[in-house]
């Protein structure tokens, strides 16, 4: 099974509709993270989480609000979409261990592609 | 603020060396990556480097960091069809912590 997973993997909706994308993870990592990609900007930082108690905003926020129900749980909303918030959105987690030999790593979830009409 | 520049595109036949090449705006001690994007799919990490180090190698893949230039090189070695991708360089923002910033992506196409 993958260790992240996002939810729904597909959606179209209409200008105007709050929509809620949701992610899972089974690394046990305390970092959660929301990207955007739009095709030729690479990918840009929506909202990130340290741990359940912790939301900060990233470098585009404008426009979506952000839950984390659980350590496992980071839930991104879009409560009145618009047709520019088309994008394929990520959800990624790190691991919060430092020391020396820490790459940091993030694990990426498989996306989801999202069309607002 | 802080920005990542690499290349959008490069082309190259099956068998030749790839190199993908990155520029960066802040000199702060962080982490160098690069991510693979295959059609469809998520982000893969392929390597990172430690902005204390010059080279780091794995396999087909050698990455050279030019601290005083800001510059971040990924080679592929013998390069293979299954190697087209979009190839994205990343750094660890100052602001964010662990969060990444990103550049555009460069997508790498291999012909046989």
């Known amino acids: 099974d993958a260790d992240v997973t996002q939810t729904p993997r597909n959606r179209i909706t209409k200008t105007g509709k709050r929509i809620m994308l949701e992610c899972s993870q089974t690394?046990?990592?305390?970092?959660m993270y929301w990207y955007r990609q739009d095709p030729g900007l690479g990918l840009r930082l929506i909202y990130y989480?340290?741990?359940?108690?912790?939301?900060n905003k990233g470098e585009i926020s404008d426009g979506y609000s952000v839950s984390r129900q659980a350590q496992a749980k980071f839930s991104l909303s879009l409560e009145s979409a618009i047709p520019n918030q088309t994008a394929l959105y990520f959800c990624?987690?790190?691991?919060?261990?430092?020391?020396?030999?820490?790459?940091?790593?993030?694990?990426f979830g498989p996306g989801t592609r999202l069309t607002v009409t | 603020g802080e920005d990542v520049e690499q290349s959008l595109f490069l082309s190259v036949r099956e068998g030749d060396s790839s190199v993908i090449n990155c520029t960066y705006t802040?000199?702060?001690?962080?982490?160098l990556y690069w991510y693979k994007q295959e059609p469809g799919a998520g982000l893969q990490l392929l390597t990172y480097?430690?902005?204390?180090?010059d080279m780091k190698q794995d396999q087909r893949l050698t990455v050279l960091l030019n601290k005083k230039d800001k510059h971040l090189s990924l080679r592929i070695a013998d390069t293979q069809t299954g190697d087209s991708a979009i190839y994205f360089c990343?750094?660890?923002?100052?602001?964010?912590?662990?969060?990444?910033?990103f550049g555009k992506g460069t997508t790498l196409s291999v012909s046989s």
């Open positions: 990624a987690t790190s691991d919060s261990t430092t020391g020396p030999f820490h790459s940091y790593e993030q694990y």
């Open positions: 690394k046990g990592h305390d970092r």
């Open positions: 989480s340290f741990d359940v108690k912790d939301i």
């Open positions: 802040d000199s702060s001690s962080t982490y």
């Open positions: 480097i430690f902005s204390n180090m």
């Open positions: 990343a750094k660890t923002t100052n602001q964010a912590g662990t969060a990444l910033i």
